[in-house]
């Protein structure tokens, strides 16, 4: 079987009807392949599409289409607003996903959270105009609050005892300008980098949750090998991120003190050279840890001492 090919056993039920998905889903074998929910547009969306290439999925993506298929995979990307991916990826009609953890909070449903993917992160918070001076959440209980996180919203202040008090207005973007306006008191809102909220004389009066992208599937999706398969590929573009390879070259006598220092995954990669007191070595160490050891290697007499990125890997035994 190719690359290309599904999985033994593994294909979606007659039941779900995907002749909405492509005038040709048939022609296709859309039932032999995962449904991959990708944001469409967005802050997460460039983020996505370098990820895929990284975890190996090509595919064609025409023009106005909103699915796309991986040539060397059985699998089909289906771009979707990233705030519609945690129900899509719930109620079973797409298999795996890439979306925020706000997202998932805010549509409350029950989803399988796999790795986290390092980007996309901010903190979903609670501002207001500066002058007003609020110090806290206690202060806005009654007031005019617009979000596009109403469930989170009315949630928070539940918790601070104001929910029949406070009005809150759903707006769909450009929440930013509601207090500027004078349709809002307060807006609940992300922040990144803090740049939108200082131009608009907002501060943040509280944080109700901080959040990144995920990677999210169905307990009950019908291609469980190619789910675990991509969230493989996933954690390890992540970990290589997190690793670099160090290599250096050190005497036979100060090998054992310097292996306790770059003990790698399981063990360091130790070869022989042509002089016989000295050996290369070879490990894995935390990209933030990688000056801090090339220092203590150097202090006890290694040589040659260089770091390589990592673009893809495999860390862990399952």
């Keep these: 079987m190719s690359e290309a090919g599904t999985p033994s056993g593994e294909r979606r039920p007659s039941s779900q009807n995907l002749s909405g998905l492509h005038p040709d889903a048939a022609t296709f074998e859309l039932r032999d392949k995962l449904l991959f929910a990708v944001p469409k547009k967005g802050r997460l969306n460039e983020q996505c599409l370098e990820l895929l290439e990284r975890i190996g999925l090509k595919y064609r993506r025409k023009p106005r289409l909103d699915i796309a298929f991986c040539t060397n995979l059985p699998v089909a990307l289906v771009f979707l607003p990233a705030a519609d991916i945690p129900r899509y990826v719930a109620n079973s009609h797409v298999d795996l996903g890439i979306t925020g953890e706000d997202m998932i909070a805010e549509k409350d449903v029950d989803l399988e959270v796999g790795a986290k993917l390092g980007f996309g992160k901010c903190k979903l918070c609670l501002q207001a105009p500066v002058s007003k001076e609020y110090k806290g959440g206690e202060d806005l209980v009654g007031a005019k609050i617009s979000t596009s996180f109403p469930n989170l919203t009315r949630k928070y202040f539940k918790e ?12 769909s973007g450009s929440v930013e300008v509601a207090c500027g306006l004078g349709l809002a008191d307060a807006i609940v809102d992300l922040v990144e980098s803090g740049d939108t909220m200082v131009a608009h004389n907002l501060c943040v009066v509280d944080t109700l949750m901080q959040t990144e992208a995920v990677l999210v599937s169905n307990a009950k999706t019908s291609f469980p090998k190619m789910v675990k398969k991509l969230n493989r590929r996933v954690q390890g573009v992540i970990a ?7 290599t250096y070259n050190i005497k036979k006598s100060c090998l054992e003190e310097a292996s306790a220092l770059t003990p790698g995954q399981t063990a360091p990669t ?18 933030a840890q990688t000056h801090e050891m090339m220092d203590k290697l150097a202090e006890l007499g290694a040589v040659a001492i260089l770091t390589t990125d990592i673009s893809n890997t495999r860390l862990f035994v399952e």
């Excluded at 601070?160 to 707006?171: I, P």
């Excluded at 290589?240 to 160090?246: D, H």
Aim: proline residues 3%; glycine residues 6%.
């Design 240 to 246: 290589a991120k997190q690793y670099k390879m160090l």
């Design 160 to 171: 601070k005892g104001g929910v029949t008090e406070t009005k809150v207005t759903y707006l």
């Design 270 to 287: 130790v070869t022989a050279l042509v002089d016989p007191e000295w050996v290369a070595v070879q490990a894995m160490v935390k990209s």
